[in-house]
C-alpha cells in the first residue's frame, strides 16, 4: 500500500480507501468490493498518486470503476482502470475532464490543499486531471453485476445534476457519492439544485438501506442516513 493512501476493512470483502492528507473538503473515500466474477471500484480519489496499486484488487478477477459524479475528487483516478462507468447526464465530460465540470480549478492554490505533498516539487498550481473517457453511461435503472451481486444504478441529483448511486436491493448495501454522507452537505455549486436534492432525499428515505457508504466520512447505518435526510429536508423546508 502507497504511503499516500489509508485503508480500512468495512466489512468482508469491502475495503474503504482515503487520502489523509488531502485537505478534508477534497479528501473522498474510494470503495472496493470485491465480488466473485468483477472487482468494483466506486470513485477514484484526487489522481495525486497512483491509485491502482493501492487497492486492494484480485488480479484473477477484471475491475469496473464507477464514478459516482464527474466532481475532481471522484475522477482522479479514474484514467487508470480499463472498464470505467459513470453519469450518462455527464458522460461527455469525462473525455475531457472540463473544470467547469469537475470544479478542479478550486483545488489549484488552496490554502493547505495538502498536509504534505505528494512528491517533491509538487504544487496544487499545476493540478490537472486525465482524461477517462466512459465505457458505460449509466442511467437509473441500469445493472452493474459482479456475479454473486448486483446494484442497481440510482438517479440521485442535488448536489450535483449528474450524481448517481448503486443500491443491492437484496442485501442493502449503498454507494451513495456526495448524495448522502455525515458532515455538512454542499448543496450551493453553481450547479446544485436544492428542489432535486430534496427529492433525492425522500427517495433515500424509501430504500430498504443496510449499510451507506458515501463518498466523504464514515460510512452509514439506517439510522445515520435517515437522521442526515430528515435534517436536510426540515433545513431546506425553512430556506424556501
Known amino acids: ?105 478550486m483545488f489549484r492554490g488552496f490554502p493547505g490543499a495538502v498536509t504534505r505533498p505528494p512528491f517533491p516539487g509538487w504544487r496544487s498550481e499545476d493540478y490537472r486531471l486525465e482524461p477517462a473517457p466512459l465505457g458505460r453511461a449509466l442511467v437509473a435503472g441500469d445493472v452493474v453485476d459482479l456475479g454473486d451481486r448486483s446494484f442497481t444504478v440510482l438517479s440521485l441529483p442535488g448536489h450535483a445534476p449528474d450524481s448517481i448511486g448503486l443500491f443491492d436491493e437484496a442485501d442493502g448495501l449503498f454507494f451513495c457519492g456526495d448524495a448522502i454522507y455525515p458532515g455538512g452537505l454542499i448543496d450551493d455549486l453553481p450547479d446544485s439544485d436544492r428542489a432535486a436534492y430534496r427529492a433525492t432525499m425522500r427517495l433515500i428515505l424509501s430504500l430498504p438501506i443496510r449499510l451507506a457508504c458515501g463518498g466523504h466520512g464514515n460510512v452509514m447505518d439506517p439510522e445515520t442516513v435517515r437522521m442526515i435526510a430528515d435534517d436536510y429536508l426540515h433545513a431546506t423546508d425553512r430556506r424556501r
Open 1 to 105: 500500500m502507497s504511503t499516500w493512501y489509508s485503508s480500512s476493512v468495512v466489512e468482508p470483502g469491502l475495503t474503504l480507501v482515503t487520502e489523509p492528507a488531502v485537505h478534508d473538503y477534497f479528501r473522498a473515500n474510494v470503495f472496493v468490493l470485491n465480488g466473485r466474477d468483477r472487482n468494483l471500484v466506486v470513485d477514484a480519489g484526487m489522481g495525486l498518486v497512483p491509485l491502482r496499486p493501492a487497492l486492494p484488487l484480485d488480479p484473477d478477477r477484471p475491475v469496473i470503476a464507477v464514478a459516482t459524479h464527474i466532481h475532481l475528487d471522484h475522477v482522479g483516478g479514474l484514467h487508470e482502470f480499463d472498464e470505467r462507468a459513470g453519469p450518462r447526464v455527464s458522460a461527455a465530460g469525462f473525455a475531457t475532464m472540463p473544470d467547469a465540470l469537475t470544479y478542479a480549478g
